[in-house]
């Protein structure tokens, strides 16, 4: 066997092994540019607009999209912190509460999810290109054309994720502060030239009916989307040293996250108070022509920037179920089913209502599993997990293969999730959130019972494991 410190510093950004601490060289500005540029994507604004899609006024959207990423983006720093501590990735610490192969299960569901991501992303900037290529004198091709930009967009993000993560690191530092550029002239002709309604009204939905609308639109763009990322977090902050401050490390990443999702998320939600059947992009580009082109970069930038995250972490997913394929082929895997997801979507009519079901659908497995999660780590383990056990094989764990204190809060906590919600689509609605009058409290409920199932399980295994106690 080699030792680990034959082994070259640029072999651990592809592997699940801890990142020895020679080879750490991440800081936090470049965690702040990661999580930054993984969301100055178009899909942002059009999580703004979906408030305003599903009847709220201007000001509630702005306050659900506040109040949701600042509770949820605060707990994501949480989940960066555990990469820098441990140098691992996020799907191999769930090892640590859910046992080796227990740990298949959250594995799984993130590989399909990050998959899935790349067919959203791709798909929500179709209508958006079309209608820039338009602009730019490209007309006609309907759905065929929009199957080849898929294939484009694709084939771009594929391969730039497939190279690794030099590739991925100076695509970024490249692109990030041109688009950043962009954003800023859309946002001042937006905000002076397209009439925005400051004071839109909505629906005028008012008592439980307003309260129904912001809970939905809370549980997907609010809280929905900053905790879908709780599952990629240590991937990427198991590169930074322990000696970069705590501190700083979770401000950047966390305003990393923030600023960008609200500020492209009040863009979307104020344009969408002019129209709201035209993306947000085509009413820029139709007020100011001259912006036509750089604002599809920024649109096709979008869903690149954000996808070969997800392709990586993706096939750290796959490596995490002991499925022995190389990272490429996972990256060409998850291009070839995302390009067939994007297909699919091609056909969606309903823009709000599919991102919807998504975003909800995710929060059913997420919510329950970074209960877990945190609990495990920051209350039971008190932040020291045993790393090399969690590289036992599987059958020989001595963290066993199925810690069911774990699996069962994380399947209950799903069950409550479910319950308490309240989508749009007629699956995604629970009969608590019924019985409360069309109300979704499901993040809530998931996290108390998770949560709070799995602090009570696991202090009985502790005190089965240690039967008699020297100290009370
Ligand atoms: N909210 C998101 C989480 C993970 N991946 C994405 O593309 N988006």
């Given at each position: 066997m080699t030792s680990t410190h034959a082994t070259p510093a640029s072999d651990h950004a592809h592997s699940l092994e801890p990142v020895p601490p020679g080879a750490r060289s991440s800081t936090a500005l470049h965690q702040f540019w990661i999580w930054a540029g993984a969301n100055i994507a178009p899909i942002n604004w059009v999580l703004g607009a979906l408030g305003i899609k599903l009847g709220l006024s201007l000001t509630d959207?702005?306050?659900?999209?506040?109040?949701?990423?600042?509770l949820g983006m605060s707990v994501f720093g949480l989940f960066v912190l555990m990469g820098?501590?441990?140098?691992?990735?996020q799907m191999v610490l769930a090892r640590s509460a859910f046992g080796r192969r227990g740990a298949y299960l959250p594995a799984a569901l993130?590989?399909?999810?990050?998959?899935?991501w790349c067919a959203v992303n791709t798909w929500i900037v179709l209508d958006l290109v079309m209608a820039l290529l338009g602009q730019l004198g490209v007309h006609g091709g309907g759905t065929a054309l929009k199957i080849v930009v898929v294939l484009v967009i694709m084939g771009l993000q594929v391969g730039i994720a497939a190279s690794g993560f030099k590739a991925i690191a100076s695509f970024e530092k490249w692109t990030v502060p041109i688009t950043l550029v962009v954003l800023a002239a859309m946002t001042a002709v937006a905000w002076t030239k397209t009439g925005v309604h400051w004071d839109f009204p909505g629906a005028h939905l008012g008592g439980k009916d307003r309260i129904s609308a912001m809970t939905t639109v809370m549980t997907a763009i609010g809280v929905g989307w900053g905790i879908t990322w709780f599952a990629y977090a240590s991937d990427y902050s198991r590169f930074v040293p322990q000696s970069v401050s705590r501190r700083k490390l979770y401000w950047s990443s966390v305003l990393g996250q923030f600023v960008p999702v609200v500020w492209l998320g009040a863009l979307g939600a104020s344009l969408a108070t002019v129209s709201q059947s035209t993306d947000p992009g085509k009413l820029i580009v139709d007020s100011f022509g001259a912006l036509a082109i750089p604002v599809l970069l920024l649109v096709v930038h979008g869903p690149i920037a954000t996808n070969?995250?997800?392709?990586?972490?993706?096939?750290l997913a796959a490596q995490t179920v002991d499925w022995n394929v190389s990272r490429r082929a996972v990256s060409y895997g998850v291009g070839i089913f995302a390009a067939a997801f994007t297909i699919l979507l091609v056909f969606q009519e309903d823009f709000a209502h599919t991102l919807d079901a998504w975003l909800a659908g995710l929060v059913t497995w997420v919510v329950p599993w970074a209960a877990v999660m945190a609990v495990h780590f920051y209350v039971v383990k008190r932040q020291n997990v045993d790393i090399e056990a969690l590289y036992d094989p599987p059958g020989s764990s001595r963290l066993g293969d199925f810690r069911w204190d774990a699996v069962v809060s994380f399947l209950l906590g799903a069950l409550a999730t479910w319950t308490f919600q309240y989508g749009v689509p007629v699956a995604l609605q629970g009969p608590g959130a019924k019985a409360l009058g069309g109300i979704d409290l499901s993040w809530l409920a998931g996290v108390i019972v998770a949560g709070g199932l799995y602090l009570v399980l696991s202090r009985r295994r502790a005190d089965a494991l240690v039967p008699v106690r020297s100290t009370s």
């Open positions: 959207t702005l306050l659900v999209l506040v109040a949701g990423n600042v820098q501590k441990t140098g691992v990735t993130q590989g399909v999810m990050s998959a899935g070969i995250l997800n392709v990586y972490s993706c096939s």
